[in-house]
DNA sequence: GGTAGGATGGGCT
DNA sequence: GCCCATCCTACCC
């Protein structure tokens, strides 16, 4: 079924912590959610919204339910989900994917991945896994080719928490969120401090 | 097992 | 002109 807009328009943590087990599904591929990370409005410095309201951000403060999709590093996609209310700046990045269907598809979108691990460990391996790209910022994730499920089989899990990677701000915020013991968690800042 | 460094382009000051 | 919400390869244990 079909996550729908309620469920995003809430806290950005809470939304963070509650996507971990869900499905992302594009066209024939899907995956479940297995990494998170906030991005906070108002002081985090981290999140690209801090700079205001610009061309790039400006679906940041539309309303949720929505992918910001950005450029990182001059050439990875990165996906994210916009979350709580119209006018805040909630986001959730989605850092790491177990791959469900259409794994066939997925290698001859990585061929040089070296296991299925490799496939969709890590934010900028995922979109390219599931043909993700910024062509898709600003579309609606409650309908459409694009959107995310919820999912029998992720069974029971717990969660544990960590700062988030790759960022020179905000660098202890416990902002991180991984489904404990899943492969496909992007391996680097294995520590948790909570759960 | 581990890490250092390069690729590469857009966003913002 | 500087700063990146990354990935991959090479090289070293």
Redesign the pocket.
């Given at each position: 079924m079909i996550l729908k807009r309620a469920f995003y328009d809430r806290d950005t943590v809470q939304v963070s912590r509650e996507l971990l087990g869900k499905l992302l599904v594009h066209g024939d591929t899907s995956g479940m959610i297995v990494e998170t990370?906030a991005?906070l409005g108002g002081d985090d410095l981290?999140?690209?919204?801090a700079?205001?309201i610009?061309?790039?951000?400006r679906v940041?403060f539309g309303p949720p339910g929505h992918a910001?999709v950005?450029?990182?590093?001059?050439?990875?996609d990165?996906l994210?989900i916009v979350v709580d209310h119209e006018g805040s700046a909630g986001?959730v990045?989605i850092?790491a994917l177990q791959p469900v269907g259409g794994l066939e598809i997925m290698r001859t979108r990585?061929p040089?991945?070296?296991s299925d691990r490799?496939l969709t460990?890590?934010?900028?391996?995922?979109t390219?896994a599931l043909a993700i790209t910024r062509e898709h910022n600003g579309i609606d994730v409650t309908r459409g080719s694009l959107r995310i499920e919820s999912f029998q089989g992720a069974g029971d899990f717990q969660i544990d928490v960590t700062p988030?990677?790759?960022?020179?701000?905000a660098i202890d915020w416990p902002l991180r969120f991984l489904i404990r013991g899943n492969r496909w968690v992007?391996?680097t800042r294995l520590t948790p401090v909570a759960r």
């Open positions: 990370e991005y981290a999140a690209h919204s700079a205001g610009t061309p790039r951000t940041i910001y950005y450029l990182s590093y001059g050439m990875h990165c994210n986001c990045l850092r990585r040089k991945a070296k490799d460990s890590g934010p900028g391996k995922l390219r988030r990677i790759g960022i020179s701000k992007s391996q």
